[in-house]
């Protein structure tokens, strides 16, 4: 959004309505940049409004599973320096913070799960350009959202979701975070729409016990101790480094949710359209088999496709609406 337009939104206004999306701390991003001749503080535009950058800041969130994500970014911003023939900066921040980072006009491109592309639309007007795919995503682009349990669990899949879910009434649900997609948002817009719960807030009437681990890894732990009856997690938390072998040996699946949709790269509609599209051809280079190392490095994906943005995020939308959460 343009920057006269983002002024109406006060950093105060901002900052209360993100910190419902995930409790971080603004403001506290690692920058560096992708080259040495950057540090020289050029103009973020040539002229007022939709022009064309002359430098680039692209915000990489830390995930559970990146390692080493500071150096891994500043190789891909190197990378898209080179091939932009601009100066490219690589943050380091969670979720939230990208998204304030957007609103504020501190950056031009995220990296961003799906939640909060809903919420840098609605902050920021930028939008999801592409999604990443992985090799344990069942749908290239979208993933299941699973309910566990243990191998030697009575409960049994059934013919339909009603009557496999009909089953948790009174178990003790390990929840992975009340901010995860997959870990909470679907599973819960899923026992609303079958009828057992009304909201998320009122789940008490069904469940005997609700936990929340924090992460995936703790959510399946709860069950492989006897802590909990059913977790629901992402379906690529199945496999390491979330769990171990000898745990994933321990535990199966109940019941499958899918269309979640993939984690993406949003570009803030500051972002002139000719530019933004050489920064998505860019991106899509890192397909190419001589450059794809550098997108592995990041967060596991193997591949950037284009989505379109409200399609994409259509499943995350209803899903929200249906439990009562804002985006």
Known sequence: MGVSKKGLLSAGAAFMTLTGLAVSTFGVMQTTNANSIDN???????????QQLKRLTVVFPSRSDSTDLQSKANAVAAFLSKELRIPVTAQIGDDTAAVEALRANRADVAFLSSRPALKAEQLANARLYLAEVRDNYSGRYTYNSVFVVPNNSPLKTKNNAKATLEQLRGKKMAFTSPTSGSGFIFPVSELVKQGFVPNRDR???????ISYGGNYSKAL??????????????EYALFPPYITAEE?????????????????IAIDDDVYAPQREQIINALLKLNQPQNNQLLRGLYNSTELVRVDHTRHLSSVRDALKRVGIEP
């Open 40 to 50: 020289q503080q050029a103009p973020r535009l040539l002229a007022q409004g939709q």
């Open 221 to 234: 732990q709860a069950v492989v101790r006897g802590q909990a009856d059913v977790a629901v997690v992402s």
């Open 203 to 209: 789940m008490d009437g069904f469940f005997s016990q």
């Open 248 to 264: 994933k040996n321990k535990l199966r699946i109940l019941h499958k949710i899918s269309g979640v949709p993939a984690h993406g």
